[in-house]
């Protein structure tokens, strides 16, 4: 997942649970094993909800090449099978 992001007009709304919900469900449509994000301000949010703390080679391999060291990125995994 690239982005989750809500509007400030909409937050405690629960528009972010069902943003992810519905995702979580496209993703299990498509036979997807997990869904990964890379966040440096949101990692409780998402440990909320199921995600799990991984690390750069729990990644996909294309995505491991460009993980950027310098940014401090928390890697975050749900598994939806």
């Keep these: 997942m690239a982005f989750l992001a809500v509007h400030p007009d909409y937050r405690n709304l ?12 496209q993703s299990k449509n498509l036979n ?8 440096t301000r949101s990692n409780h949010w998402f440990l909320e909800r199921g995600f799990f703390a991984a690390k750069v080679d729990m990644l996909p391999i294309k995505k491991q ?3 950027n060291y310098q940014r401090y990125l928390k890697i975050l995994i749900l598994n939806i099978k």
Excluded at 14 to 23: A, D, M, P, Q, Y
Excluded at 32 to 39: G, M, N, P, Q
């Design 14 to 25: 629960s528009r972010g649970e069902k943003l992810l919900k519905h995702i979580t469900l």
């Design 32 to 39: 997807l094993e997990k869904l990964f994000v890379l966040t």
């Design 65 to 67: 090449g460009l993980y």
